[in-house]
Nanobody
Framework: VQLVESGGGLVQAGGSLRLSCEAS????????MGWYRQAPGKQRELIAR???????IYADSLKGRFTISRDNAKNTVYLQMNSLKPEDTAVYYC?????????WGQGTQVTVSS
């Protein structure tokens, strides 16, 4: 399984970005895809997760600004990020969990300038 993230970059505070992550390989329908992030000097933290049927879980602190969605036909998960703040600066990682194991993307940098 391979996960490839895209959509990161530099944005001003208050702006928006949409991250995408496409999965390829042996993908089973019963999986959970998610987004995590890791800021310098901090532990990786959960942003949101979404099941194949569309059920979602969000980190409380990010609910309302970030929205996760997925397109099962494309094996792609998205993260819409609005009202971005400098503290959102981090490397954002996509994940996929299925019975064969847990998989991670290489990460995409998001930098929010003040």
């Amino acid at each position: 399984v391979q996960l490839v993230e895209s959509g990161g970059g530099l944005v001003q505070a208050g702006g928006s970005l949409r991250l995408s992550c496409e999965a390829s390989g042996s993908i089973f329908s019963m999986n959970v895809m998610g987004w995590y992030r890791q800021a310098p000097g901090k532990q990786r933290e959960l942003i949101a997760r979404i099941t194949g049927s569309g059920s979602t879980i969000y980190a409380d602190s990010l609910k309302g600004r970030f929205t996760i969605s997925r397109d099962n036909a494309k094996n792609t998960v998205y993260l819409q990020m609005n009202s971005l703040k400098p503290e959102d600066t981090a490397v954002y990682y996509c994940s996929l969990q299925q019975h064969l194991g847990d998989y991670w993307g290489q990460g995409t940098q998001v930098t929010v300038s003040s």
